[in-house]
């Protein structure tokens, strides 16, 4: 049988995740965006997947 996770480090994992702004030094949170592509050949358009990472500096550029 496998070792059964403890709430305790299922929230060690998290904080580890957490990254802080450069800027600002608040917490980011990863956010994923769909960027939506043309392709010329045949006018349809695909989607491009994106991971940003938000916080309170740059909240304005990633939403707005």
Known sequence: MGK??????KMKKDKATVRACPVCGAPQQAVRTLVP????????????????????CNNDEVYG
Do not use: L, M, S
Not at 4 to 9: A, M, N, Y
Not at 37 to 48: I, L, P, S
């Open 37 to 56: 592509v043309a392709n010329e050949e045949t006018g349809y358009f695909k989607f491009r997947d994106k991971i940003e990472h938000v916080c309170k």
């Open 4 to 9: 059964t996770r403890t709430f305790v480090d």
